[in-house]
């Protein structure tokens, strides 16, 4: 288990988190079951990491109430100060390096082309000077396969493989906190502050409210396959549409066998 500093976060760091409930900017509920919660501050969190070739610092692991990682706190050679996502293994006083080419260890950051076979990588960017939007939740990792011609094929935690330009920059290592996903919430008032509210069963609804409601007592959905409260199919449909980035996808992830 990572040791969390104990100190108050970086006041210069920190920016007013205004909640929505759910709602869009024309005031209708666009995401359900969202509201309440207990107030924040959000973290402003360098995912480039710009300071190329200027040492950083480590001067605290802190907790963060808007993700599932730890953020490290860096201060750099040129007395500026940044927050970063932590990587599994990082502790206070140690150094990183963002670099064209770099050392390869733990919380450093490099362009893919540079980094061996093997290595397990985070934080990475899709297009390259964009910053980072792959594999960026607790203990989160991504697999570095082959280079080739000017890309880089890598495996992705949900066994996807795509290709990304070997010029984007990644971070060595795993994020922190892998032990999140254990994390059990014991009674209904944690997920209320957490800003989510309660969820019902589309067969304890009316006919009118959901296509699963009606019917006398706990009767089930009515029909073979299930929908979503708009008449949509749900549950093992493909939602993912069209998108540019389709063309550097090599393999499909793999589905998952249920568990009988």
Do not use: C
Not at 14 to 23: A, E, N
Not at 62 to 80: C, G, I
């Amino acid at each position: 288990m990572q040791k969390v500093s104990k100190k108050q976060p970086e006041k210069a760091l920190l920016t007013r988190l205004k909640t929505t409930g759910g709602r869009g900017n024309r005031g209708r509920i666009t995401v359900r079951h969202r509201g309440g919660g207990s107030r924040r501050l959000y973290r402003k969190v360098d995912f480039a990491q710009e300071h190329l070739g200027v040492m950083g610092k480590i001067l605290a692991i802190e907790y963060d109430p808007n993700r599932s990682s730890f953020l490290a706190l860096v201060q750099y050679d040129n007395a500026e100060k940044a927050y970063v996502l932590a990587s599994q293994g990082l502790a206070v006083g140690d150094e990183i390096m963002t670099k064209d080419e770099t050392e390869i260890k733990t919380g450093n950051r490099m362009r893919l082309g540079n980094i061996p076979i093997g290595t397990m990588v985070h934080n990475v960017e899709i297009e390259p000077e964009r910053g980072g939007k792959l594999a960026r939740g607790a203990g989160a990792a991504i697999h570095i396969l082959a280079h080739d011609a000017g890309y880089t094929n890598l495996q992705m935690p949900s066994s996807e493989v795509r290709r990304i330009s070997s010029k984007s920059f990644a971070s060595v290592g795993v994020v922190s906190n892998a032990e999140h996903q254990y994390k059990v919430i014991r009674k209904a008032g944690s997920r209320r502050l957490k800003g989510w509210r309660p969820t019902v069963r589309g067969t304890a609804m009316n006919p009118v409210d959901h296509p699963h409601g009606g019917g006398e007592g706990r009767t089930g959905r009515g029909m073979k396959h299930p929908k979503t409260p708009w008449g949509k199919p749900a549950l093992g449909v493909k939602t993912r549409k069209k998108k540019w980035s389709d063309k550097l996808i090599i393999e499909r992830r793999k589905k998952k066998k249920r568990k009988k």
